[in-house]
């Protein structure tokens, strides 16, 4: 249980400085959280999309 803790914090840090980055790189400045609701929505799209794909769905 802790070790699946570990990972999943670790996760996190990665995910939170890859967007800071990608922010920091980005040509328009929008704000943290607008980025963060845009990308975990494309992400989403794939994992739906995915989960049809499995089901055979699509």
Same mark, same amino acid.
């Given at each position: 249980?802790?070790a699946e803790k570990k990972v999943?914090?670790?996760v996190d840090i990665v995910s939170i400085f890859l967007m800071v =980055? !990608?922010?920091?790189?980005?040509?328009?400045?929008? #704000?943290? @959280?607008?980025? *963060?609701? =845009? !990308?975990?929505?494309?992400?989403?799209?794939?994992? #739906?999309? @995915?989960?049809? *794909?499995?089901?055979?769905?699509?």
């Amino acid at each position: 249980m802790a070790a699946e803790k570990k990972v999943e914090t670790t996760v996190d840090i990665v995910s939170i400085f890859l967007m800071v =980055v !990608i922010r920091k790189k980005a040509k328009t400045k929008r #704000s943290f @959280a607008n980025m *963060i609701t =845009v !990308i975990g929505l494309h992400l989403m799209s794939y994992v #739906s999309l @995915a989960y049809g *794909i499995y089901k055979g769905y699509v």
